[in-house]
């Protein structure tokens, strides 16, 4: 059989980022180009037909709607695309654990879709992101990868984009999933899926679709800590379609939040500030919220506003059916 042929959506971040030599801070994110990217690591091309375009080239905290949606609806179309076998997407690691959750959420895809990036600029010592590219080539072009959740590649893990999430602002094994495990490891050109994911529904079978859609609910997370102005969490409510809420413990605030929350109309997601652990309802402090279950603020955010997309009255008791579900 012949190679396979994989698209490099590359949108910006540090795996395309350059500075100062073997500097592993202050550096420019969103430098470097798509080409530039794929010349860095000419052994790809053994993997596989390469192809790529530059979607847009930000760092990840500069991306909106119109570029998340830019790029869910290009990944859509390459479903369609009979000439392309596997999607890599190389992103900045800060918000790539919604983005990529996001997309698992909305695309109606089957073929592997792999986010990668780089903790350190393609001009430091040991630079990360040409392995990181390698490794998601690999796991693109691998028939087990097929409707798989859309992954994280870094670090010789594959990661599940339901249950990731970045926990260092600078070690290169920084995407991890607390407790949950990953999907696979690779090591070498050996790529070893030791998990078929959670039961979680998503991609092709997921209910939530974006065609036509221009514009996205807002959502808001708010964050609890001791003696919190309950007027964040008023003012969240007023600009926002729903709020998630970023609890201490599982899920907990004052006696002040609670009156807020009790008596708003907004739907109003309860997570927790804490790295890992879930949510259950029976510890929910208002009847008037919904459990996240085990996502973290940001990700519930994401889940949250997928769920209100041409539905914003959608009742609590249908959102939390949801947040059981994905
Ligand atoms: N600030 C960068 C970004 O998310 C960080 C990274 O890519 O690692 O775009």
Known sequence: MGKKTVMILATGGTIAGSGKAGRGVGYKVATLTAESLIESVPQIQDLANIKAEQLFNLGSDNITQDELL?????????????????????????????????????????????????????????????????QSILVATHDDAVDKPVMCVMSDTILDSRTFFKTSTFSVETMKSAGLGHLGIIRDQEVIFTSKGDKSIHTSKSEFRIDGVKKLPKVSVVYFHIDADVKNLEFALENSDGVVVAGAGEGSFSRFWREVIDNTKKPVVISSRTASGTISEESLLSKNSIATQFLNPQKAAVLLRVALINNLKRSNEDIDRIFRTY
């Open 70 to 134: 830019q790029l869910a609806n290009r990944v859509n179309e390459l479903e369609k695309d009979d000439s392309i076998d596997g999607i890599v997407i190389t992103h900045g690691t800060d918000t790539m654990e919604e983005n990529s959750y996001f997309l698992n959420l909305v695309c109606d895809v089957r073929k592997p879709v792999v986010f990668t990036g780089s903790m350190r600029p393609a001009t430091a010592i040991s630079a990360d992101g040409p392995l990181n590219l390698y």
